[in-house]
């Protein structure tokens, strides 16, 4: 079993930033990759970064540029730091995990971009 607890979610104005953190217990040395999504209301939950355990990312196309994946083996933390960021990135952003036994997600964190 692997848990996961997304923080860093809030508030910005258009054009700021924010830097969300996912903390991952329990089972965290069997992860392979992680990665956030997000879920606006009234729409899918859509990929928006990945990234594997050697170091891989993968970005969707609206926020290449714009957001970094990145992945503290030592504190089993996966961070994303979000940039230049539009009314459209608002949205609840979850964390996911995958092992070999399973994907895992977290409860989510509200991102609101708003003047």
């Known amino acids: 079993q692997v848990q996961l607890v997304e923080s860093g979610g809030g508030l910005v104005q258009p054009g700021g930033s924010l830097r969300l953190s996912c903390a991952a217990s329990?089972?965290?040395?069997?992860?392979?990759?992680m990665g956030w999504y997000r879920q606006a209301p009234g729409k899918q939950r859509d990929a928006v970064a990945t990234i594997t355990a050697g170091g891989g990312t993968g970005y969707a196309d609206s926020v290449k540029g714009r957001f970094t994946i990145s992945w503290n083996n030592t504190k089993n933390t996966v961070y994303l730091q979000m940039n230049s960021l539009k009314p459209e990135d608002t949205a609840v952003y979850y964390c996911?995990?995958?092992?070999?036994?399973?994907?895992?997600w977290g409860q989510g964190t509200q991102v609101t971009v708003s003047s």
């Open positions: 996911r995990a995958w092992t070999a036994y399973g994907n895992y």
């Open positions: 329990g089972s965290a040395f069997s992860i392979a990759s």
